[in-house]
């Protein structure tokens, strides 16, 4: 239930800035990672390190570490399996994953 | 007669981007959602000094307050603003004189730009804004859960054209070519690409914000809940979709017209019947639409695709 | 420097002078030549703002959202069926907070479709979170526009303006109207400085989605209105200093002693104070409560100008078929605890011409009744 606040005119608040519908960049990222019943797992001794998984990541959820091996953000991963899919040689591995909620 | 695909100057590889990503996870879109990969391949493509301007679809529940994944501009006005609020971001910018290098780009929906959003959509393509508008297109009305649209193609289910016993097929009409009208505004630049091949998407941008004026890109973009896909086939559909023919992708610049994706013509049914929005099409409908696709690249082929009848 | 000018001649001056940088716009009778002005100045280079002919009115007001948020002044002008066209995008840019300010023409509402004045499109806009002005005079378009930015760019209220002239009466009719200095503008009306707006160097997502927080945001609406009170009483307050011309929230005429107040507001308010005049001539105690500020609705001043007046007649050049006037409830609620007699006219509608002769008349049957009325002037 949301919560309810019952505030006399004369008492109603300035919020400045605050008071305003826009979003910063920076707040808190909500974890769509617990949508997901199956997560991809990269397979770094088959990688051939094409990025392929990562531009077609519709989360921006796999990042390219600075061994340009692809990592991916489960958090934000919500299992698709694009990646997967579409890996050229096969270096991505489909796993099980049925308690993503230990994420929130 | 018509150039075939020409590969573009300066063609940008997977290796030649930005590693940095202007946007994050977190959004509450479906998974596998093609739109989602359009606005992350928009970013990648044109860099920091974008604004967005959404129509109201499924990409404006991107960000929920508090939360936003973007960390360039974007806003937010309605539904059909998509052209005029455009408008007014650069008459704004450029009265100020911050519109340098600033692209202003229009993320909008199918239903956002052929429909309701068309006349703003014109409205700015007539006044030769330098905008680059970009039509993500799930040929529906898809975030209040996949209606019909004048971007539906033939044979498609959608909750408005569902097929019955009096109507069979599903949607009767064929779809509206928006990339054709734009191209009839005489903007400098129009573009059909989809997400099933993202370089030639990102090409195509580079090519865009380098122009100066009106630019329209038309993408096809897998909604695996309405279409009825697998999330992790979004890629591939959209691909087979490409190569049976059913979504033309090319480029048209001055009076040319170009084919980036030169298809292979599978027959349609091998894209079709794995959505589960075609999966109720008889023969005599697949017939139809193969009729009607085989009619559309003879058109191309014969260098009168975007001839427009004249007094 | 004092000129003969119409309102919408006014209005462009007052465009001119707040040094305004985006118009978009788009043609409609009468506010036509108020947009042909500033197009004719700005090829002859007397202005130099950016001016669009938008494809339709609802493409005005989302370019004119579009151009202050990126925070450049911006202003924008229609009536009627134009306004009516921008409804959906009305509560967005003061959903959003956006010190835009707009100049209504005020024309009767289709259908059927008429060109002369009346107040109904004007008041259409009562429910969308806009501070809403209504001018008797040109002098007082010119100067409620300038003093309209001031206002809304307030960094308590960030709220748009909507501007009220008649159509016809003032819009093609000219009177004696006083430019200001602009210099004086100038030190007046400061550069617009948004915090919050589109800015590639500081990225911001504007008119994102909410979920539990709209009665939030929407409540705190309602907070900056009742901060525009305080502020659109400072405002003209530093205006009457260097101008010499005083306004207030509410204008009343005559009213300390009455004992019939007429309650109008628009051009046929100078038709009311005629017929107060005559009145008074003739023995009969009777004042006028001018409408200046419609919203936020300035229910203390209106309460006590009228709380120890027994007969109030409220005129409504507007009309809201199923209650009848539109104003008259919203007066009557002011009045809450007073036992005033108040009674409704409905006339005007549609720019019909109510001489002063019928306005005294509506003033000596408001004087005689002993129950509350309604009348419509068909």
């Known amino acids: 239930m949301s919560e309810v606040k019952i505030v006399d005119e004369k008492k109603l608040k300035d919020h400045g800035l605050k008071g305003i519908p826009f979003a910063r960049f920076g707040g808190k990222i909500p974890k769509t990672g617990d949508w997901r019943t199956f997560k991809p797992v990269i397979n770094k001794k088959k990688c051939i390190k094409c990025h392929t998984c990562w531009l077609l990541c519709p989360e921006a959820a796999i990042k390219i570490d600075k061994k340009g091996y692809p990592k991916i953000d489960y958090h934000v991963c919500k299992g698709c399996l694009i990646c997967f899919k579409n890996c050229p040689v096969r270096a991505i591995e489909k796993k099980e994953d049925l308690h993503a909620e230990h994420l929130r | 007669m018509v150039e075939k695909s020409k590969k573009p100057e300066k063609r940008i590889g997977i290796k030649d981007l930005p590693k940095e990503d202007l946007l994050i996870g977190g959004p509450p879109t479906c998974a596998g959602c093609g739109a989602e990969l359009g606005q992350k391949l928009v970013l990648k493509a044109l860099g920091k000094k974008t604004i967005i301007i959404n129509t109201s679809g499924c990409m404006t529940l991107t960000p929920i307050y508090p939360f936003t994944p973007f960390k360039v501009p974007w806003v937010h006005v309605a539904i059909e603003t998509g052209g005029s609020a455009a408008t007014g971001i650069l008459m704004g910018l450029r009265a100020q004189k911050k519109d340098k290098n600033v692209n202003i780009v229009v993320y909008a929906g199918d239903g956002a730009s052929y429909d309701v959003g068309f006349e703003s959509l014109s409205g700015m393509a007539a006044r030769r804004e330098n905008v680059i508008y970009i039509c993500y297109n799930n040929s529906s009305f898809g975030n209040t859960g996949f209606q019909w649209s004048t971007s539906t193609p033939t044979g498609s289910m959608t909750t408005t054209t569902p097929p019955g016993k009096k109507q069979p097929i599903g949607n009767i009409m064929p779809r509206k070519n928006l990339a054709k009208i734009m191209a009839a505004h005489d903007i400098p630049y129009v573009a059909t690409a989809a997400i099933g091949y993202p370089l030639d998407f990102i090409n195509k941008l580079r090519k865009a914000s380098e122009i100066r004026g009106p630019k329209f890109i038309d993408l096809l973009t897998t909604c695996p809940t309405g279409w009825g896909t697998d999330p992790s086939e979004s890629i591939e559909i959209n691909q087979l979709m490409v190569q049976a023919g059913l979504w033309p992708v090319y480029e048209y610049e001055n009076k040319e017209l170009k084919i980036t994706i030169e298809p292979k013509f599978i027959p349609v049914e091998r894209a079709l019947l794995r959505q589960r929005r075609f999966k109720h099409l008889k023969k005599e409908h697949i017939k139809k639409i193969q009729e009607m696709v085989n009619k559309e690249w003879k058109l191309i082929r014969q260098g009168k695709y975007m001839e427009v009848e004249m007094y | 420097m004092k000129d003969l000018m119409d309102g919408n001649t006014a209005a462009a001056w007052a465009v001119k002078l707040a040094r305004v940088k985006c118009v978009p716009c788009f043609p409609i009778t009468p506010q036509t030549e108020l947009i042909e002005t ?38 924008t002008a229609t009536s009627s069926q134009g306004l009516e066209l921008m409804h959906e995008i009305l509560p967005i840019v003061s959903g959003t907070r956006n010190p835009l300010v707009m100049a209504n023409v005020s024309r009767g509402i289709s259908a059927p479709i008429t060109l002369w004045s009346d107040h109904n499109d004007f008041l259409s806009v009562r429910d969308c979170g806009w501070l809403m002005f209504c001018c008797e005079t040109n002098q007082e378009v010119l100067d409620t526009i300038i003093m309209a930015y001031k206002i809304s760019e307030n960094k308590n209220v960030l709220l748009p303006s909507l501007v009220n002239m008649d159509g016809f009466i003032h819009s093609y009719t000219r009177m004696e109207v006083d430019i200001p200095d602009q210099k004086k503008i100038d030190k007046f009306l400061p550069k617009l400085n948004l915090k919050i707006k589109v800015d590639v160097d500081n990225p911001l997502s504007l008119g994102v989605p909410v979920m539990d927080e709209y009665s939030f945001f929407r409540v705190n609406l309602h907070k900056a209105q009742l901060n525009a009170l305080h502020v659109i009483k400072k405002v003209q307050k530093e205006w009457a200093k260097f101008t010499k011309r005083k306004y207030d929230l509410v204008e009343s005429y005559k009213l300390s002693d009455a004992d019939v107040a007429l309650v109008g507001m628009g051009a046929n308010a100078t038709v009311m104070k005629a017929a107060i005049d005559s009145l008074r001539n003739k023995g009969i105690r009777a004042g006028l409560l001018r409408l200046r500020v419609i919203r936020p609705l300035p229910k203390d001043e209106i309460y006590n100008m009228l709380k120890d007046i027994k007969k109030i007649a409220v005129i409504d050049q507007n009309i809201s078929p199923g209650i009848g006037g539109i104003m008259f409830p919203e007066i009557k609620s002011c009045l809450y605890d007073s036992d005033a007699i108040v009674c409704n006219y409905v006339a ?22 002993k129950k509350p009325f309604r009348k419509f002037v068909i």
């Open chain 3, 348 to 369: 005007g509608l549609g720019g019909k011409p109510i001489s002063q002769q019928i306005y005294e008349k509506f003033a000596l049957e408001t004087l005689k009744t």
């Open chain 3, 38 to 75: 500033l197009a004719k100045w700005k090829s002859e280079g007397k202005w130099n703002g950016e001016f669009r002919t938008m494809e339709s009115e609802h493409g005005v007001l989302a370019a004119a959202l579009g151009a202050e948020m990126t925070g450049a002044r911006t202003f």
